[in-house]
């Protein structure tokens, strides 16, 4: 299913692309849109997970590092028979963490530095757990995939916006203002477009999944469960100051605080998720 959504996101990817060529440049502008379009998927498949670590300035780290958050991921690996992923520490004091890779053996899974200063080992023990979920689902190449694409798709928006604009411009006050209102329409259209194909690819059910694994994975299913309160919190108070809204759905809780990123929200109710871990911990 995810290798489906995976191909899904690519093609729509290419045919947008190919698409505003066109409306650009006539048929040589849809042949380089082709060339763009095989270019960019080529480097979403392969290079994505990078591009997001490197959105956020993540820095892969040893055990020397960051000893209990290192020690927890490999403890967790080695219980649950996984190859040990990289990790990352994120400088930021907005609690989160995510995953990514296009599979297990290619795995990463970051943290925030403030996530380690509000959970105790349990806890954090417990997010991990729910990352290492994503990984063993298999839900991160698609996430990845999906959250470069909704990028790619808000810059093919300001391309026709400044395109308009600027050609507008050169032919007088008139068209200036009539390229303005069409780029500010293709901004209007594209940007929800975006934030559709991410919640069509990304269903909130995995990140139940992914509760209900990490809980099983770490036999502490309680701790994730008040976890995901503190983080919740957190996140509000301190939300991330940068960073793209097309990538809230990697996050374990929404990094980021309404606005714009509530369009890409992917998130299900947190007092579900906790109502859910909370019984998962009777029933264990």
């Known amino acids: 299913m995810n290798t489906m959504k995976t191909t899904v996101l690519l093609a729509t990817l290419t045919g947008l692309l190919v698409v505003f060529g066109n409306m650009l440049g006539g ?8 060339i763009i379009a095989g270019s960019m998927n080529f480097i979403s498949y392969w290079y994505s997970d990078k591009i997001v670590l490197s959105m956020y300035r993540a820095q892969e780290v040893s055990e020397s590092d960051v000893p209990k958050l290192y020690r927890i991921v490999k403890r967790l690996t080695e219980k649950n028979q996984m190859p ?6 994120i400088n930021s004091e907005s609690p989160n963490a995510f995953a990514t890779g296009r599979s297990p053996e290619h795995a990463s899974v970051a943290a925030t530095s403030g996530i380690l200063g509000i ?3 349990d806890e954090l023990e417990g997010v991990m757990a729910h990352e290492l979920a994503h990984v063993r689902n298999r839900d991160t190449l698609t996430s990845t995939i999906a959250a470069t694409i ?3 798709i808000t810059w093919i928006a300001h391309i026709v916006k400044w395109s308009a604009i600027w050609g507008g411009g050169m032919r007088g006050s008139d ?3 009539s ?3 069409f780029g500010a329409l293709a901004m209007a259209i594209l940007a929800p477009l975006a934030a559709m194909m991410i919640q069509m690819a990304i269903s909130r059910s995995r990140e139940y999944a992914a509760d209900e694994k990490g809980a099983q994975m770490s036999g502490k299913p309680l701790a994730l469960a008040n976890a995901l309160a503190k983080l919740q919190k957190g996140a509000q108070i301190m939300p991330l100051r940068s960073g793209e809204p097309s990538t809230a759905h990697l996050f374990i809780v929404n990094p980021f605080k309404g606005g714009f990123s509530s369009l890409f929200s992917t998130h299900p109710p947190m007092e579900e998720r906790i109502k859910r871990l ?3 911990s009777r029933q264990m």
Do not use: C, H, K, W
């Open 27 to 34: 048929s040589q502008g849809a042949f380089i849109a082709l």
């Open 84 to 89: 040990m992923p990289r990790v990352y520490l």
């Open 119 to 121: 959970l105790n080992e």
């Open 150 to 152: 909704a990028g790619a």
């Open 175 to 177: 068209d200036n203002r």
């Open 179 to 181: 390229g303005g209102v």
């Open 278 to 280: 909370q019984t998962l």
